[in-house]
C-alpha cells in the first residue's frame, strides 16, 4: 500500500539492522506487533515478552520499525500479514529493523510529567473518590509493595512504643538504684556514729548490702542499653534507608504507570478517528510519537521491575532481621532482669538483727492535794491532783474527807462547776445535780 505523506521522524535518527531469533519450543521469537496498513506505513514492535528469544538476544526493543522478514519487504503491510510471515518461518528468522536513536529524551514530555504528578495524588485517594473527581489513571494490581510497606510502617511504630517502654523502665530503675545507694550511706553513716560496737556492725553489713544492690541494679543496665541502642539504629537508620529505597521504587512507578496512561489515551484516539473514518495526523506518519513512548515505557518497566525485585529482597531481609532481633532482645532482657533479681535476693538472703536500745524516761507524777481556801496539807499525806494548771474562778477541784470516822477514809474528788458560765456536760453522776460529783478516784 503506498502512503502520500511524508513519514515525521520528529527529529530523530534512525539505524537499520538485521537480528537472527531462533523460536522457542512454542514457535514464537517472542514479540507483538502493532501499525501496518492501512493506516499507519510502519509495521513497530509494540511489546518485548519475558524470557523470549527477543528478550535474551536484547538488540530489539519497542518502539523499531520491522522492514523486512527473512529479506521479504513489509513496509506499509498489514500487521497480521506480519505476523502470519514470521510463524511460518524456519529457524532462524532473520528480522531487519530500524532502530529508534535518542527516543528516552524525546519520550520525557511535561504530559507525563503532569500524569505522574496526578498518580501521586491518587496514590492517596481512594477509587471512588478519584472516579468522582474525574482523575483517570493507571492501576497495578499485583503490586506487594504496598502491602509491605504498611507493614513496614507498623513494625516501626512497634519499635518506638518498645524503646520508650525500655527507657521509662530503665528510668526507674536508675531511680531505685540511687535510693538504694543513699540509704546504704545512710546505714553507714548510722554505722560510723554508733558506739555500740554490735549496732555498728548490724548498720554497716547493711548499708554495704543496700550498696551491692545499687551496683547489680546498675550492672543490669549495660546489657539492656545496648539493646535499646539496637532497637534505635532500627528506628534511625534502618526505616529511613529503607523508607527512602521504597520512595525512589514509587518515582519509577508512577512514571511507568504514566507512559501505560499516555500510550492507553493514545490508542483510544486512534480508535476515535478510526470510528469517525477520519485520519490520524501522527499515525499517517509513521506514528513515532506513539512509538516513542512504546520505548519510554519498556525502559521505564526494566528500571521498575529491577527497583521492585531490589525493594522486595530488602524488606523480606529486613522481615527476618526483625523477627530474629526482637525475639533476641526480648530473651536478652528477660534473662537479664531475672538474674539481676536473683543476686538482689541473694543478697538479702542472710538475715540481720539489728539492735536498737530506747532509753524511756519515767515520769514522776507529782500529787499534791491543795485547799483552794485555807486547809493547806492534808494530815494524811496524800498528794493533791491537779487537773488544771490554771483553774478559773468557779472552777475548785477539792479534796475532801468524807465521813466522820477519824479512820483514814478513801478521798473523794469534787469538782464545783458554774451552772451559769460552764455548760459542758458532767463526766460522771447525775446530769440534773447542781453539784455534781465525780466518781471516786483512788490515790492511795
Do not use: W
Amino acid at each position: 500500500m503506498d502512503f502520500q505523506i511524508e513519514e515525521d521522524r520528529l527529529g530523530m535518527r534512525i539505524q537499520s539492522e538485521t537480528i537472527e531469533l531462533t523460536k522457542d519450543e512454542k514457535g514464537v521469537v517472542g514479540i507483538s506487533i502493532g501499525g501496518g496498513g492501512p493506516y499507519c506505513p510502519c509495521v513497530y514492535v509494540v511489546q518485548v515478552f519475558d524470557k523470549s528469544p527477543a528478550f535474551k538476544d536484547g538488540r530489539i526493543r519497542c518502539g523499531d520499525e520491522i522492514v523486512a522478514i527473512n529479506g521479504i519487504t513489509v513496509k506499509g503491510e498489514r500487521k497480521s500479514a506480519v505476523a502470519q510471515l514470521i510463524q511460518v518461518s524456519l529457524n532462524p528468522v532473520k528480522i531487519t529493523i530500524n532502530k529508534l536513536e535518542e527516543a528516552n529524551t524525546k519520550g520525557k514530555t511535561l504530559d507525563i510529567l503532569i500524569k505522574k504528578v496526578k498518580h501521586k495524588v491518587v496514590e492517596f485517594v481512594d477509587q471512588d473518590s478519584a472516579d468522582a473527581l474525574g482523575l483517570s489513571r493507571a492501576i497495578l494490581t499485583n503490586d506487594p509493595l504496598a502491602e509491605k510497606e504498611k507493614i513496614l510502617e507498623e513494625n516501626a511504630e512497634f519499635y518506638r512504643h518498645l524503646v520508650a517502654y525500655f527507657g521509662d523502665m530503665f528510668q526507674y530503675q536508675q531511680k531505685i538504684s540511687e535510693c538504694q545507694k543513699e540509704f546504704g550511706s545512710i546505714f553507714c553513716d548510722l554505722a560510723a556514729h554508733e558506739k555500740q560496737q554490735t549496732a555498728n556492725e548490724a548498720f554497716s553489713s547493711f548499708g554495704d548490702k543496700h550498696r551491692m544492690i545499687a551496683k547489680k541494679q546498675s550492672e543490669s543496665a549495660v546489657p539492656l542499653q545496648k539493646m535499646v541502642s539496637d532497637l534505635q539504629v532500627y528506628i534511625d537508620h534502618v526505616v529511613p534507608d529503607t523508607r527512602l529505597t521504597i520512595k525512589k521504587y514509587l518515582d519509577v512507578k508512577y512514571e511507568y504507570l504514566s507512559y501505560c496512561l499516555k500510550l492507553k489515551e493514545m490508542d483510544d484516539e486512534e480508535v476515535e478517528f478510526v470510528a469517525i473514518q477520519e485520519p490520524l495526523y501522527r499515525v499517517e506518519t509513521g506514528n513515532y510519537e506513539y512509538r516513542v513512548m512504546l520505548r519510554c515505557r519498556q525502559e521505564c518497566r526494566a528500571r521498575f521491575m529491577k527497583m521492585r525485585d531490589d525493594v522486595m529482597v530488602k524488606i523480606e531481609l529486613l522481615d527476618q532481621k526483625h523477627v530474629r532481633d526482637i525475639a533476641q532482645h526480648l530473651a536478652i532482657f528477660a534473662k537479664t532482669m531475672a538474674k539481676c533479681q536473683q543476686e538482689c535476693a541473694e543478697i538479702l538472703k542472710e538475715r540481720i538483727d539489728v539492735p536498737i536500745e530506747i532509753d524511756l524516761e519515767q515520769l514522776n507524777l507529782n500529787m499534791n492535794t491543795s485547799d483552794g481556801k485555807a486547809n493547806g496539807e492534808e494530815e494524811m499525806g496524800q498528794d493533791a491532783i491537779v487537773l488544771n494548771d490554771n483553774p478559773l474562778e468557779g472552777d475548785l477541784i477539792d479534796v475532801n474527807d468524807i465521813g466522820s470516822s477519824t479512820e483514814f477514809n478513801e478521798p473523794r474528788i469534787s469538782l464545783r462547776r458554774d451552772s451559769q458560765n460552764d455548760t459542758s456536760q458532767p463526766l460522771l453522776g447525775a446530769p440534773d445535780s447542781p453539784l455534781e460529783e465525780l466518781s471516786l478516784i483512788d490515790i492511795s
